[in-house]
Every structure is written in C-alpha cells, then in structure tokens.
C-alpha cells in the first residue's frame, strides 16, 4: 500500500524480513538485481541470470523502500568496487568511520532501523529521501559543472566522477586533465566547484593524461584530511556540500571593536543560540544570503536564518539577533525560502539598512 505526500510517491515502511526479492537501485538509478538474503548486517542482491554478480551491502548504506525498489545511498560503481563478491564477507570489512558515523546518524533518525526499512519518498529521484540527514550535491551531478581553483582561478570543467577522483578538463583544442582526489573538493556555490589547494599545486600534483593509481593520492596529508571531512561532513561520501559565493562573515569583536573575518566553513555545524541565550541547533549549511539551522532528531525543525541576523561567534556558538520565541514562526520552513522572502526578513533585522 502506498500513499502520496507532496507530490510524491511514498511506500509504508516495511520489516527486513519482507524484503526478500525486492529489486534494488543504486543513487544513479541503476539497478542492482534483487536480495536474495539479509543478515543482521549486510543485504545480499544477486544481478543477471547467466552472468550472475553478487554484492553484499552493508545495511545502513539503505535509504528506504519506495513500493518497489529498495535505494542504496551510493552510485553502483561504488557498491561494485565495494561490495561485489563471491562470498560474504567479515562484517569488519565494512566497519569504516565514514560507515560507522553513518549508522550513528541513521539510527537517530530512525530508531527501528535496525527493525524496519524506512519509507521512501524519492519518486524516481534518489536524491529526494525522507532524511533531512543528506545535504548536497549529489556526485553524480556535478559532471559539467565548473572548477576554480584556493586563488580562485579556472581549472576547467567536470569530465567524470570516480569513486577517488574528480576528472576536470581545461581547454578546448590542447587539453589539460586534471584527476583532483574528492577529499579536496570544498564545496559547490551554485555557479563553481570549489578545490582546496591552488591552481599550481593542482597542476603539479594532478596534470595528467591518465587517472592515477590510489597510491598515488593516498599521502598522510590525504588521509588526514579525509579523517576531518568525513568526522565534520559523514554526508561528504553522498554529495558535496553547498557554500556561499562570498568566502566568510565580518563580525566586529565585542571588546576591541576590530573586524573579525570568519570563513564560512569554520561555523558549520557550530551550535547557534538566540538572544536571550538559548540553543537553537547547529548550522547545516551556509547559503548565499541564509544560514541553514537544523534542530532535533526525532522531530527535525530546519531554520532558514537570513546572514544580517548573525551578530556574533565566540568559536564555539554562532549568535543570532532574534529571541528564541520568535524563531520558528520567523525562520522555520519545509523548504528554501525565496529571495523576496529572504529579503524582507532581512530588512527586519536590528541595524539593517531599511532603505533598501
């Protein structure tokens, strides 16, 4: 039995044991074939008749049922490069933190989890899950997107995404390939993809005709760096995560009066908090002339907070100049706000220039 919320095609939730020859689907739209076993931890699907593949995934790479297939949260070149393989495997294979923190988020946004499949909404489009837990753009649609570079130059545009790699190609008659490893995407403004390293380093480390091998990027640098994204983002492995277009906020210090700049990443996920002190959740995301702030696990309320109400941060909470009691009814919405809407709210901050 389904039923229809907004618009969209949504399958009541269904126990594991009722999944046995679903098909299955990829975050691509490809098909996996059809489970064939579950296992406390893992769901075995079995592709083709002649040529059969198996791919064991672990259970919480699910994104939930929509009446007729069950989604997986990654593209199948992944779940093939992961998963494929002729007998199942030990459960600490797949025992990753990128895995680990994703099972923590899901078991906060669905208790029965481990029970029951969630329903899901995405009516054709795998980027649409009952989640509020994934926000960004989505790999796959990147390609043709283009590329700038920490000095903010042009580095070309999207030719192929891998599950290593990003293939960006410069010029149109003499061509340059860039194969940039994922961890060092920042994020997307809505116009560019944005790389955090500069045009030269990228030139000497990534120029070249063929992709590299995974040693060849997997440095202790690299490492590091994909430990930090993936404890601050877990959803990086999905998506990548949206940005603003201007680099940060100016914020003048309450004792000494001088300009404070802070990057915009450096705020995500901080705890934000009103002006009679108190915590209204973390920052999700950062627009280009909004803050998103997503409150609760059970019940999720998501804020769409205009960047004149920022007033301070102290690295630890990010303040805004509103009262607690008037957030949800000023700020709370089921989804982005316009830009006339955003602009009027902006227009009711304390000091705001109401001339405009």
């Known amino acids: 039995m389904c039923k229809i ?19 299955v689907k990829s975050s691509d739209d490809k098909d996996l074939g059809k489970i064939k076993s579950i296992t406390k931890d893992y769901i075995q699907t079995k592709e083709g008749v002649v040529s059969k593949n198996y791919y064991y995934i672990p259970k919480y790479y699910m994104q939930g049922y929509d009446g007729d297939h069950l989604w997986v949260s990654l593209a ?6 992961k998963f494929e393989k002729d007998k199942e ?38 980027s649409a899950t009952t989640t509020q837990d994934t926000v960004g753009m989505p790999w796959e649609k990147i390609l043709d997107k283009k590329v700038k570079s920490s000095d903010d130059k042009e580095l070309g545009k999207v030719q192929s995404v891998s599950s290593d790699y990003v293939e960006v190609t410069e010029g149109l008659v003499s061509k340059k ?10 994020g997307y403004d809505g116009d560019n993809l944005h790389v955090s390293l500069t045009k030269d380093e990228i030139k000497d480390r990534y120029h070249r ?32 995560p949206f940005m603003a277009h201007e680099p940060g906020v100016t914020l003048k210090d309450g004792q000494s009066g001088e300009a404070l700049n802070i990057p915009w ?9 009103t002006t009679d002190n108190v915590d209204i959740g973390d920052v999700e995301r950062v627009g280009n002339e909004f803050i998103v702030v997503r409150e609760g696990v ?15 941060y102290d690295g630890s909470y990010l303040y805004i100049s509103a009262p607690s009691g008037l957030v949800s009814a000023k700020f709370e919405r089921d989804s982005e706000p316009t830009q006339e809407e955003l602009r009027a709210l902006a227009r009711e901050a304390p000091g705001a220039n109401t001339s405009a």
């Open 5 to 23: 919320v907004n618009g969209n095609r949504m399958a009541d939730i269904i126990s594991w044991d009722k999944a046995i020859d679903k098909k």
């Open 76 to 81: 199948k070149d992944e779940v093939k490069s």
């Open 89 to 126: 495997p030990e459960p600490s294979e797949f025992e990753t933190p990128e895995y680990t923190q994703r099972r923590t988020d899901i078991t906060k946004q669905h208790p029965d989890f481990d029970s029951n499949i969630p329903s899901y909404a995405g009516g054709g489009s795998p």
């Open 177 to 186: 390939r860039y194969y940039i490893p994922k961890y060092y995407i920042q």
């Open 209 to 240: 005709d063929a992709p590299p091998s995974e040693s060849e990027f997997r440095t202790q640098e690299y490492e590091e760096r994909k430990r930090k994204v993936d404890s601050d983002n877990p959803q990086f492995v999905h998506g990548v």
């Open 265 to 273: 990443e450096e705020i995500v996920h901080k705890h934000v908090r």
């Open 298 to 312: 059970a019940k999720v309320h998501i804020y769409y907070i205009p960047k004149p109400y920022i007033s301070n």
